[in-house]
């Protein structure tokens, strides 16, 4: 089913999880329809986002804060800063690996969950929900493991797109800080969304007012979709 077939639906008003003393609410392609590669590759390029199999994109009327960002891999320059965190991890083995539970993967996540989130929306102790978050039975879901002398010390969810390199979730290690965990999982990305000729990483939605989501505009050049369209930051 391509995006031109999908109804779609905007949701109730809930309580904003970035921006205090905001509502939100969000355009949400037809839960019925299962997603697939094809036309999630087309979402992805409207600005949508998933959680599990749903997708949608921020749609809150006046406010217009969550803006969806994407990096175009071959103009990609890293910076002096990620250069040092790329070489700082030069001793971690990946293996990529298709999506299924693993019991490890779920205690790194609780752990950062703990550490980074605590109290928040996805701090919660429940195998089925974390599960049920990264499971779209149509996508070719990837979690990227990154290891130290066997040691699991980071995980990426990725989704593989013709559009791109969906980066879904990064979860690591909250006693390992001074590796950038994160970061080295966006550069990590970008190389490998290079290697195998994919356009793009999609990095979700940046919110200028977050702190949380601050870091997306430091790999660069970005573009940001506003306006029904993506445009370029060429810095």
């Not at 109730?12 to 905001?22: I, M």
Request: with cysteine.
């Amino acid at each position: 089913m391509s995006v031109s077939d999908l109804s779609f639906f905007l949701s109730t008003t809930h309580e904003c999880s970035y921006l205090p003393d905001r509502e939100a609410a969000s355009l949400v392609a037809d839960p019925t329809a299962k997603l697939d590669t094809a036309n999630y590759s087309e979402l992805v390029q409207l600005g949508f986002r998933r959680s599990g199999g749903m997708a949608y994109r921020p749609h809150c009327g006046a406010c217009q804060s969550c803006i969806a960002i994407r990096i175009p891999v071959n103009q990609f320059h890293p910076s002096r800063g990620q250069k040092r965190i790329w070489k700082k991890n030069s001793d971690l083995k990946f293996t990529s690996l298709p999506l299924a539970f693993h019991e490890e993967h779920y205690q790194l996540y609780q752990r950062y969950q703990s550490a980074r989130h605590c109290g928040g929306s996805m701090d919660i102790n429940d195998r089925e929900k974390y599960t049920d978050f990264f499971t779209a039975g149509g996508l070719e879901t990837r979690l990227v493991e990154f290891r130290n002398a066997g040691e699991l010390l980071c995980v990426a969810a990725i989704d593989w797109l013709p559009a791109g390199l969906s980066s879904m979730y990064t979860f690591f290690d909250p006693e390992q800080s001074k590796r950038g965990l994160g970061v080295y999982a966006i550069l990590w990305q970008i190389m490998k969304a290079q290697e195998i000729g994919l356009p793009h990483v999609y990095l979700g939605y940046w919110i200028k007012e977050c702190d949380k989501m601050s870091y997306k505009t430091r790999y660069r050049p970005y573009e940001l979709f506003q306006q029904q369209q993506w445009s370029s930051n060429n810095k």
